[in-house]
Nanobody
Framework: QVQLVESGGGLVQAGGSLRLSCAASGRTFSMLAIAWFRQAPGKEREFVAAISRSGDSTYYADSVKGRFTISRDNAKNTVSLKMNSLKPEDTAVYYC???????????????WGQGTQVTVSS
């Protein structure tokens, strides 16, 4: 079993920045691919970013490419999502997700956090 806990969400003005964190426990962290998804009211959960087990490979949705950066610290069992130049359309609940082996850009992950709200005001 893997437990994931997100933090760092909040209210920010358009153009601002936030850093989300995901802390993991319960299984060897370095064996897990990690992704961030988000879900806005009335919309499906969508892929945001992902990082491979070693951290050597990262993937981003086109909508966040160039603005968001995903990183991980396997020594601290944490993954971060730095979000810059935030837009009102980035408003959503952001979820951290984990799975063994390869990254997926669909929400077919084995483990999920409870989510953290990000609200961007215009």
């Amino acid at each position: 079993q893997v437990q994931l806990v997100e933090s760092g969400g909040g209210l920010v003005q358009a153009g601002g920045s936030l850093r989300l964190s995901c802390a993991a426990s319960g299984r060897t962290f370095s064996m897990l691919a990690i992704a961030w998804f988000r879900q806005a009211p009335g919309k499906e959960r969508e892929f945001v970013a992902a990082i491979s087990r070693s951290g050597d490979s990262t993937y981003y949705a086109d909508s966040v490419k160039g603005r968001f950066t995903i990183s991980r610290d396997n020594a601290k069992n944490t993954v971060s999502l730095k979000m810059n130049s935030l837009k009102p359309e980035d408003t959503a609940v952001y979820y951290c997700a984990a799975r063994g082996f390869s990254i997926l850009m669909v929400p077919e992950y084995d483990y999920w956090g409870q989510g953290t709200q990000v609200t961007v005001s215009s």
